[in-house]
């Protein structure tokens, strides 16, 4: 296989070492049959149908062309600039040259949205001419749990992708998943008419993630239970600023908590929103959701910082909705925070796996109270998982998608806050401070300010009392504002004492 990889790297620029071993098993496997490959996200599914037509070419002699039915744009645009002009995309107004490239088969590589190809009459008759008959046609579903997902509703063209089994009578198959569960994939057969298939898979769960699962209280108004995750998350990126760790905060119940997040980040960061001059491009957190997926222009600045080197990238949160990331390659992230839970087991592990995908060490944690699981939209597995106590949670997530045993054979280095008490530490926040204590900190301030007779505006007064407990440390106390060294500490003591008395309470 290593001189395909040569001639891989040598066609489309790129610096491939060698296949995976499964990638190699998917290639051979899919030239005989139909293949589901379920294989974490970041493992490189894309290379084993972007390779295929090379092998075909320098093995079997063959001429081949792969279509690839993909569900989102970003994908697709990707893929274009990767794979340059062995590629097209079926669209509903697509130019001439396209058309006719099209029509006599001179392209390896055909991307399209199911909506453009699947019931497109002239798109069929072209696909059943010779230019497609006389050589090897492959389809690749990409993203196939959208099969069974988005089947019934959203999207339901999803089942009707059976159809070019009639088409392309010849073609194999390849369905290109992260997660899928052992029923999932039973019914991802049923539902494409796949025939002889081959399951190559590995546990889902990524090495490299640690998984926390931690509570957050049941308190009302709802907004207060979420102050828990977005106020100490947003106080330590004003502390550690360009050393913070990329994260993303996925916010899976409902678009307002995104818009209240990024109330919340306004709040605690003040200037600090911004890293340098106060522009667009220079905010530290932003957020994403389906009406931005639709702008190109705050959508493209979003992938671009996400996947750029974060020591140079000044975006260091993005508080987004389920619409972020999929199948994009966001090379940096390293930590998932979802604010509440997924829906399904399946979204949690794609949206999980967006971290650590540089094969650093990688966190994700989970938020949950009982409000949450008891959301008829949220599946028992969810709710099982949240709930759980004694089980390792890598092996509850491997035995979900069918891997029993799997993952006790595992070493896994830093596995779960259920393997390892002390990974939760981290993240049982403190309180948010209520209206009331942060009264009695600024009444505190106020005096001692006064006695002190110490030129302070009341702005900045206000600012110490509701982001107390950032200026427990004197240091970002002295960082934030004009003052000596004695009167950092001092004040710093008084916020510290009084946090004390509030948090034993
Ligand atoms: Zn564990």
Same mark, same amino acid.
């Given at each position: 296989m290593d001189n395909y990889v040569k001639l891989y790297n040598e066609e489309f620029g790129m610096d491939i070492c060698s296949l995976k071993s499964l990638q190699e098993r998917a290639i051979n496997s899919i030239i005989k049959n139909d293949v589901i490959c379920m294989l974490p996200t970041g493992y490189g599914k894309s290379l084993i149908y972007e390779i295929l037509p090379i092998v075909c070419r320098e093995k079997l002699k063959r001429d081949a062309c792969v279509i690839v039915l993909e569900p989102l744009n970003v994908i697709i645009q990707q893929q274009m600039l990767k794979l340059g002009s062995k590629a097209l995309t079926l669209s509903k107004n697509m130019c001439e040259t396209w058309m006719k490239r099209l029509e006599c088969g001179d392209c390896s590589y055909i991307f399209c949205h199911p909506e453009n190809i699947i019931g497109e009459k002239n798109i069929y008759t072209i696909l059943s001419k010779k230019a497609y008959s006389s050589k090897l046609v492959f389809i690749?579903? &990409?993203e196939a749990h959208c099969v069974i997902q988005w089947g019934l509703e959203y999207r339901p063209i999803y089942r009707e992708i059976k159809q070019l089994r009639s088409v392309l009578p010849h073609a194999n198959i390849l369905a290109l998943t992260a997660t899928l569960s052992l029923q999932g994939q039973k019914e991802l057969q049923k539902y494409l008419l796949m025939r002889n298939t081959d399951i190559i898979a590995t546990p889902p769960s990524k090495d490299n993630i640690s998984l926390i699962v931690v509570p957050r209280p049941f308190i009302t108004p709802v907004q207060k239970t979420y102050d828990y995750v977005f106020q100490p998350v947003f106080l330590e990126l004003k502390k550690k600023g360009q050393d913070f760790p990329l994260t993303?905060?996925?916010? /899976?119940? /409902?678009? +307002?908590?995104?818009?209240?997040g990024i109330e919340v980040?306004? $709040?605690?960061?003040? +200037? +600090?929103?911004?890293?340098g001059?106060? $522009?667009t491009e220079n905010q530290r957190v932003v957020m994403y959701h389906s009406s931005i997926e639709k702008g190109d222009e705050v959508k493209k600045i979003i992938?671009?910082?996400?996947?750029? @080197?974060?020591?140079?990238?000044?975006? $260091?949160?993005?508080?987004?909705?389920?619409?972020?990331?999929?199948?994009?390659?966001?090379?940096?992230?390293?930590?998932?925070?979802?604010?509440?839970?997924p829906k399904s087991m399946e979204?949690?592990?794609?949206?999980?796996?967006?971290?650590?995908?540089?094969?650093?060490?990688?966190?994700?944690?989970? *938020?949950w109270n009982k409000s949450d699981i008891g959301r008829p939209d949220v599946t028992q597995a969810v709710k099982d998982y949240c709930r759980n106590c004694d089980n390792c949670r890598r092996s509850l997530i491997d035995s979900y998608f069918g891997f029993g045993s799997?993952?006790? +054979?595992?070493?896994?280095?830093?596995?779960? &806050?259920?393997?390892?008490?002390?990974?939760? @530490?981290?993240?049982? *926040?403190?309180?948010?401070? @209520?209206?009331?204590?942060?009264?009695?900190?600024?009444?505190?301030?106020?005096? *001692?300010?006064?006695?002190? $007779?110490?030129?302070?505006? /009341?702005?900045?007064?206000?600012?110490?009392?509701?982001?107390? /407990?950032?200026?427990?440390?004197?240091? @970002?106390i002295l960082k934030e504002f004009k003052l000596s060294e004695t009167i950092a500490n001092a004040l710093s003591s008084i916020i510290s004492q009084l946090l004390e008395i509030q948090i034993s309470k």
């Open positions: 690749v579903v &990409d993303i905060i996925y916010c /899976s119940g /409902s678009m +307002d908590w995104v818009g209240y980040a306004w $709040k605690v960061l003040g +200037d +600090d929103m911004y890293a001059e106060k $522009k992938y671009t910082n996400l996947s750029t @080197n974060p020591s140079e990238s000044p975006l $260091k949160i993005v508080i987004a909705t389920i619409a972020l990331g999929m199948g994009a390659d966001l090379r940096h992230v390293s930590q998932v925070i979802h604010a509440g839970p979204a949690y592990i794609q949206q999980t796996g967006r971290a650590g995908r540089d094969g650093t060490q990688a966190t994700a944690v989970l *938020f799997a993952s006790s +054979d595992k070493n896994v280095p830093i596995c779960c &806050d259920i393997c390892d008490s002390n990974l939760k @530490n981290d993240w049982l *926040f403190t309180p948010p401070l @209520n209206s009331l204590q942060i009264h009695a900190i600024r009444t505190a301030i106020q005096s *001692f300010v006064k006695i002190q $007779k110490i030129q302070i505006s /009341s702005m900045c007064v206000e600012s110490l009392a509701s982001n107390a /407990s950032y200026y427990v440390n004197a240091e @970002n």
